[in-house]
């Protein structure tokens, strides 16, 4: 795995020839040796079309190569991060949470609606993210930014898990999402804020959530 935890906000990654990784632009906070940093276009391993369906998504976070020889420490924001490792499956994540991630990784856009109907496209609406998901699929690792640290939640088909849909990070595995409200639900557990919707996930995998309700 490229990237070593520094500490709650900071990684450090190893840049080996041949092999690059992708971030952030304006992510870099300093780094040793022979190492570049160039404007990427192509959408990573996902090529135009990955690009593409990131700017039909008006998702903008724009990205950058890193390639060479040497160490590179990252962070952005005084934002916690998360290191995901991915052992051939897929992560889903809003692309303005991620940080850096394997070049090995391939890159895509999903539509929500395809997974959770017109649920799916309202918990766009609700949380405020677009109705599309950045996914990284492959063997390698990702880093994702988050408010106040994250916890990863297992998702078993007999135990689904409820989240606040401000507080959803990112998931990976076989699973489902839906929108569901629940009046009354931030009055009982003393929020009262009046978002009285819960996300759902069930089947296969985890989901990761972060301890604040902030958006990035």
């Known amino acids: 795995m490229p990237f070593r935890e520094v500490n709650s906000k900071m990684i450090e990654a190893t ?31 996902g090529g135009v079309m990955s690009m593409l369906g990131r700017r039909v998504a008006g998702e903008a976070t724009p990205l950058m ?19 995901i490792s991915l052992t051939g499956d897929t992560l889903y994540v809003e692309a303005d949470r991620l940080l850096a991630f394997d070049g090995t990784l391939q890159q895509g856009t ?19 993210q677009g109705l ?9 690792a990702v880093a994702v930014m988050a408010h106040g640290g994250v916890i990863e939640v297992p998702i078993t088909p007999q135990r689904p898990v409820h989240v606040d849909p401000q507080a959803y990070v990112a998931h990976h595995g076989d699973v489902r999402n839906k929108l ?14 009046g978002e009285a919707f ?12 972060q301890a604040s309700e902030e958006k990035l």
Request: glycine fraction near 22%.
């Open 15 to 45: 840049v080996l020839p041949g092999q690059r990784l992708f971030s952030q632009r304006g992510a870099m906070l300093a780094y040793k040796g022979e190492v570049s940093f160039t404007p990427n276009i192509q959408g990573g391993q």
């Open 65 to 83: 190569t890193v390639e060479g020889s040497g160490t590179v420490l990252f962070g952005h924001g005084g934002h916690h991060i998360q290191v």
């Open 110 to 128: 999903m539509f929500l609606g395809s997974q959770g109907g017109v649920m799916g496209m309202v918990r766009g609406q609700v949380t405020g």
């Open 132 to 140: 599309f998901t950045t996914t990284l699929k492959g063997h390698g």
């Open 180 to 193: 569901s409200t629940a009046l009354g639900w931030r009055d009982m557990v003393g929020r009262g804020s």
């Open 198 to 209: 819960q996300l759902e996930l069930s089947g296969n995998g985890a989901v990761y959530v």
